[in-house]
Nanobody, 118 residues
Framework: QVQLVESGGGLVQSGGSLRLSCAAS????????IGWYRQAPGKERELVGE???????TYAESVKDRFTLSRDNGKNTVYLQMNNVKPEDTAVYYC????????????WGQGTQVTVSS
């Protein structure tokens, strides 16, 4: 069973930076697409961005040019670097894995809270 563990959340001031990590185990990590989603209170979960096994990235328009995904295949870890954060980035952030032949996430982490103060 795939295991995904997020870390790095916390409280940050508007305009600040934060780096989230997603450590994966029991997974063919090198071919897995790893995504970050977020869910704010009263809102639906939304995709923040995804990085493919080959390192290609896609981002939501709301975070493009502020957030950056990267992966370290040696550590089975994906990072979400969040710069110039805004109060509207406040949410629980979840990482997910999606196999190369899957069209939706196969597994989820437990989530990490990010709170941006104005």
């Amino acid at each position: 069973q795939v295991q995904l563990v997020e870390s790095g959340g916390g409280l940050v001031q508007s305009g600040g930076s934060l780096r989230l990590s997603c450590a994966a185990s029991r997974i063919a990590f090198r071919v897995a697409n790893i995504g970050w989603y977020r869910q704010a209170p009263g809102k639906e979960r939304e995709l923040v961005g995804e990085i493919s096994g080959g390192g290609q990235t896609t981002y939501a328009e709301s975070v493009k040019d502020r957030f950056t995904l990267s992966r370290d295949n040696g550590k089975n870890t994906v990072y979400l670097q969040m710069n110039n954060v805004k109060p509207e980035d406040t949410a629980v952030y979840y990482c997910s894995s999606r196999g190369p032949l899957s069209w939706r996430p196969d597994a989820w982490g437990q989530g990490t809270q990010v709170t941006v103060s104005s």
